[in-house]
């Protein structure tokens, strides 16, 4: 595209007709002393958003490249995964069609940081939350330092939309991990974890995006069954790594344990007998006697939702006291 273009962002949207504008306008805010692109995969949206994604690419020819139209809808991850491989700068961000950036310095103060610092491999940042139903910002933000491979797979604590990568790590992850061949319902934990393992990874305090939190979205659904499924592939993206890269015993136990106590409630209420059972023989092989008994008592009341939430509560504040 340009002679020094160094960013590309990367923006996936599908039915975001009431937010794809402050996605867009937060990239056009920027400033910054390189060129940037932004590359839109729009999913074959039932709404309005792609037109007003041609708008934008007809007001800005020079910086928005919106991808060819498909002819059905390609699901997140397949579209992620082109929108990503059409980026072309030294540099990637991403941000989706439903959240936004806030800091007009946000790729500058990135980009300056990963040009001096070459052992690093991602730059990100905090953000603020806001929630959709009641249009309030959340009293906290998101974001914290992961140092680590095997921090951030105990602790995914990278916020997506404010993240700066090297090109050169997606190319590496499209070739050793072949994402596209997987049927993870995430995109954007496997990366992390890829680029965990060869490079640093620098969290800025500063706050340059918001964080929309909508009643449905990829990560969260009042499907129970749906978020019962995230979680399953959250977890076999994290046995993946753990395989690929040899992590230890303790640590395939930490993260085990959470994933057990996470969705121990929903196996329940939607009937998931294998995962029930999973949870068993983990319990048992481990000699977590404590969790084991938990479970006895999930059975005892399993037709019970009231109960089984307060038993998950108590089984989640027990894990967290006794195994931080």
């Given amino acids: 595209m340009q002679d020094n273009l160094r960013v590309s962002v ?23 002393d390189f060129e940037i692109e932004l590359i839109i995969g729009e ?40 929108t990503l491989e059409s980026c072309t700068g030294k540099y990637i961000a991403l941000c989706e069609g439903d959240d936004y950036w806030t800091d007009p310095y946000k790729l500058q103060k990135q980009v300056d940081f990963l040009e001096t610092n070459p052992e690093y491999g991602l730059c ?25 491979f095997e921090e951030l797979l105990l602790n995914p604590g990278i916020v997506t939309l404010t993240t700066v990568f090297r090109k050169s790590l997606r190319d590496g992850y499209s070739s050793e991990v072949l994402p596209y ?11 992390w974890l890829y680029i965990a ?17 909508l009643e449905e979205s990829a990560s ?18 994290r046995n993946f790594f753990a395989d690929k890269f040899h992590v230890s015993d303790a640590i395939r136990k930490h993260y085990s ?44 009341f399993k037709k019970n939702h009231f109960a089984l939430r307060m038993l998950n509560h108590f089984m989640n504040r027990y894990r967290l006291y006794r195994y931080k």
């Fill in 124 to 148: 990100y940042t905090s953000a603020k939350v806001f929630f959709q139903k009641t249009s309030t910002f959340s009293n906290t933000v998101i974001g914290y330092p992961v140092e680590s």
């Fill in 220 to 237: 969260r659904s009042k499907s129970l069954d749906h978020n019962l499924d995230f979680a399953n592939s959250a977890f076999e993206i």
């Fill in 197 to 213: 393992t060869k490079s640093k990874m620098k969290f800025m305090e500063d706050i340059t995006a918001t964080y929309r939190m």
């Fill in 10 to 32: 990367c923006m996936i949207t599908y039915n975001h007709e009431d937010h794809i504008c402050d996605a867009i306008d937060g990239v056009i805010l920027q400033k910054t």
């Fill in 257 to 300: 344990l959470e994933y057990f106590c996470d969705t121990l409630y929903l196996a329940f209420v939607v009937k998931r007998t294998e995962l029930i059972n999973q949870a068993k023989l983990f319990f048992e092989a481990n000699r977590l006697i404590v969790f084991r008994r938990f479970l006895t008592l999930f059975d005892f």
């Fill in 181 to 191: 061949s997987t049927r993870w319902k995430m995109g954007d934990y496997p990366l």
């Fill in 43 to 82: 999913d074959y949206s039932t709404d309005n958003t792609r037109t007003f994604c041609k708008d934008y690419s007809e007001k800005y020819p020079n910086l928005i490249r919106l991808l060819p139209a498909q002819d059905r809808n390609l699901g997140m991850i397949p579209n992620f995964i082109r």
